[in-house]
């Protein structure tokens, strides 16, 4: 979920959003909201339990998580009132949802490890670790100079920059920084590396939310109701092969715009972030 969205969400706004919405595309999204409502729940729980190990950070992550669980409950709110309007009857939450969004939360949490793990190593944050005082901890420095904490994440966050760019090691960041700043320096490392993992874990979150939601049949007036022809991915102009899902969009290029499931896992999207894309089947 967007992080503007998360905290300037409307309801009148959505209401009005899914009133435009097919009714296969409302128990689509139905659906991936139930979903996305138990991954952040699994996610806010986490936080909140590696609390007392990160100086309190995942403690504000977990926070944002609660905020996109109280989110993705109102647009399930909203798009099962919408669904019943439409004379339909909305479905429940079952074992299989829970399964489902308690697997995308543990690969979220896995990925974001992964994520903290390299950033880790490229940035030499457990070398400077290894000169911390006897009695100190990560997130020590924090209360001690919240200054050269600052300077810390920073330095981090330039570091693992540097190496992206060039694919090279960064300076030795233990040795550069004074031995009377390393308990602080090392404690904003730490605490960038924690956002770092946050943003690998919430982006494998939402990209296996729509990866799990379940295909849906195409509107009558959709351009894809009567697929006559092969069909190739908009943007990276692969062949769609017939049983694949992939993504449309009736409001780009005429109806037109189909994209594939390799594109999809890369975080594409159509010409338009705020368009409804509607994951389909290729029938040939």
């Known amino acids: 979920m967007p992080f503007k969205e998360n905290f300037e969400f409307e309801g009148d706004k959505y209401r009005a959003e899914v009133k435009t919405y ?3 595309l409302l128990k689509q999204q139905e659906t991936a909201m139930a979903r996305k409502f138990l991954t952040s729940s699994f996610s806010t729980g986490a936080g909140i339990g590696a609390a007392p190990f990160t100086g ?3 403690l504000a992550i977990g926070a944002y998580k609660g905020r996109s669980t109280y989110v993705a409950s109102k ?12 004379n339909a ?8 949802d829970a399964a489902i969004a308690w697997g995308i939360g543990a690969a979220g949490l896995a990925i974001g490890t992964e994520v903290g793990n390299f950033a880790e190593g490229v ?3 457990d070398a400077m670790g290894s000169h911390l005082p006897d009695g100190a901890n990560k997130s020590t420095g924090l209360t001690v100079d919240p200054g050269t904490a600052v300077k810390g994440a920073g330095g981090q966050i330039e570091l693992l920059a540097q190496h992206l760019a060039s694919g090279g090691d960064p300076k030795d960041v233990a040795a550069a920084v004074a031995v009377a700043d390393k308990t602080a320096y090392h ?17 494998v979150e939402a990209l296996l939310v729509a990866l799990t939601s379940p295909p849906v049949k195409p509107d009558p007036g959709c351009a894809r109701a009567k697929q006559d022809t092969q069909l190739i991915c908009t943007l990276c102009r692969e062949l769609i092969k ?9 409001p780009c290029k005429n109806d037109n715009f189909d994209l594939c499931l390799n594109c999809k896992k890369k975080g594409k999207t159509c010409f338009n972030k705020h368009h409804a894309m509607t994951k389909l089947v290729c029938k040939k």
């Open 22 to 24: 097919s009714l296969a």
């Open 56 to 58: 309190g950070l995942t």
């Open 75 to 86: 647009k399930h709110d909203i798009l099962q009132d919408e669904i019943r309007r439409r």
């Open 89 to 96: 009857t909305p479905r429940d939450v079952d074992f299989k």
């Open 123 to 125: 940035t030499h944050t």
């Open 187 to 203: 404690a904003g490392m730490v605490q960038a590396q924690i956002i770092e993992e946050q943003f690998g874990s919430e982006g």
């Open 242 to 250: 017939k049983d694949s899902v992939y993504w449309h969009c009736c």
